[in-house]
């Protein structure tokens, strides 16, 4: 039994330093591996699966709302980036480029992309001459460079997988509606697919993206008491439309200036994931994410017909759309339990002698542990239920955790008070006044994470200067 736990206990656990686990987790679950790159990770095949499930729920959600995929260039000419000037200021600092093509240098250098509204615009500029040509709704999937000082698996990487979706209006209140639309359609993926429940808002002028009018986010909150930014969208107004000179004839004949948007999400959903649902025997995966759902375990299988039985188990689970894998290697079934807890698999099934003889098998749930018999012939559709159940706890869990380490400031006291005993999300009043927001950054290490949509008052000055409040603010320590 020592032997069978022994991957578990490579674990450090989450109470004694929860970094230490986050990265114990990465590796012993097999998603990552580090490189000679610094900075960048390979993405291993467990990991890359969450990705590729991930990618192809929120492809189908964009889709639906009449987004088009496309493919623009890696690198961007500095001379095109240099158009809007608080982009760049916003960027510089990160910015790699490349200055020689084999032997020669360039002539002018390019920049790997941080981002990619300039060639958008670019391209936007050439492609949009009529009101007839809006909107265009499109979304690219690639990877982008940014040149992180630190890196943590997911979290920060100089490299990251993403999409970004660039779309182009006629009109301030189109661009305006698909900002929020984005926003929505990532809190319901968020929530429904990976059951983490968020917090909807908008972003301060501190706080928005480099050139936007308006920035919309969803904030998670993680295990630690940590904020994560998990998908943002972008209003531009007609800002880069004017740098870049993306003009159209409107019905009435005059030319107007384009209106745009921009939204991505990124690998640091998988991050978000692992922070949210994670436990210290390993990963915890949703049903609707995880690669493998369901993962069968065979008890004394070298004694008669018990193979055979598991076999079937799988083939039928498979059958009925459920992604189910089979464990028949000679490893004890005790290391086997711990390996499918270590990566997540939502049930293990668990099939001995004995249940063959009764016609029954056991499924064990990950978040839970919670271990329910089933007749056989009944074992699709209650592996389905279960997957459904799964689906729904996690989130009310992770709700459920949200709302206990939510707090309330209405004055300063309480505020230093909660944010210096306190890990989580802190709702305190807002002056609107950026010197405020500053000064909470440099006093208690907060920054606002979000302006939430759903407002309420619940005092009238702002926590930080005694001035009347503007607006409710959720604030915390962000990664
Ligand atoms: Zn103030």
């Known amino acids: 039994m020592a032997k069978d736990k022994k991957l578990v206990e490579q674990i450090t656990s989450m109470e004694e330093d929860f970094a230490q686990w986050y990265t114990d987790v990465v590796k012993k679950a097999e998603l990552i591996d580090y490189t000679s790159v610094k900075g960048c990770m390979v993405i291993k095949p467990a990991g890359y699966a969450i990705w590729e499930n991930i990618q192809s729920l929120l492809d189908h959600r964009f889709k639906e709302t009449g987004v088009q995929n496309v493919y623009l260039p890696l690198f961007i000419p500095e001379s095109l980036l240099r158009k809007e000037s ?63 000082k630190t890196t943590r698996p997911f979290l920060r990487s100089r490299e990251f997988l993403w999409q970004e979706g660039h779309t182009v209006h006629a009109t301030k209140e189109e661009s305006e509606a698909r900002t929020q639309l984005m926003l929505n359609v990532y809190a319901d993926f968020a929530e429904e697919d990976m059951a983490i429940p968020v917090v909807r808002g908008q972003k301060t002028e501190k706080e928005k993206f480099a050139g936007a009018v308006a920035t919309y986010t969803i904030e998670a909150l993680m295990h630690d008491g940590q904020a994560l930014q998990c998908g943002p969208s972008h209003n531009f107004g007609d800002k880069f439309a004017r740098a870049y000179g993306i003009q159209f004839t409107d019905k009435d004949n005059q030319l107007k200036y384009a209106y745009q948007t921009s939204w991505g ?54 059958d009925h759309g459920i992604r189910t894998r089979l464990d028949d290697s000679d490893k004890s079934p005790g290391w086997k339990f711990s390996e499918q807890e270590m990566r997540g698999i939502p049930i293990r099934v668990e099939m001995g002698p004995k249940d063959l003889e009764a016609g029954k098998a056991v499924l064990v749930r990950r978040d839970t542990r919670a271990k329910v018999e089933v007749n056989l012939n009944e074992i699709a559709q209650a592996a389905a239920d279960l997957l459904n159940t799964i689906q729904h706890d996690m989130l009310e869990k992770a709700r459920a955790h949200q709302i206990a380490h939510t707090y309330t400031a209405t004055s300063k006291e309480e505020f230093e008070k909660i944010s210096s005993t306190e890990h989580g999300f ?29 407002q309420e008052k619940v005092s009238d000055v702002c926590v930080c200067c005694g001035k009347p409040a503007k607006h409710l603010v959720y604030w915390g320590r962000a990664y």
């Open 265 to 318: 999400m990124t690998t640091r959903m998988i991050g978000a994931m692992i922070m949210v649902h994670g436990d210290d025997s390993g990963l915890v995966i949703p049903p609707r994410i995880a690669p493998v759902q369901v993962m069968v375990i065979p008890i004394q299988q070298k004694k008669e017909g018990v193979l055979e039985a598991a076999t079937k188990i799988a083939e039928e689970l498979a």
């Open 426 to 454: 802190f709702r305190a009043m807002w002056c609107g006044d950026r010197a405020c927001e500053d000064k909470i950054k440099d006093d208690y290490g907060i920054t606002s994470r979000c302006i939430p949509f759903a």
């Open 86 to 148: 608080e982009l760049v200021q916003g960027f510089a600092p990160e910015v790699a480029w490349v200055t020689q093509g084999g032997e020669e240098p360039l002539q002018e250098r390019l920049c790997v992309r941080p981002t990619s509204e300039t060639l958008f615009s670019d391209f936007y500029k050439n492609d949009v001459h009529s009101y007839r040509d809006l909107p265009k709704n499109y979304n690219q999937w690639c990877s982008v460079v940014r040149w992180e």
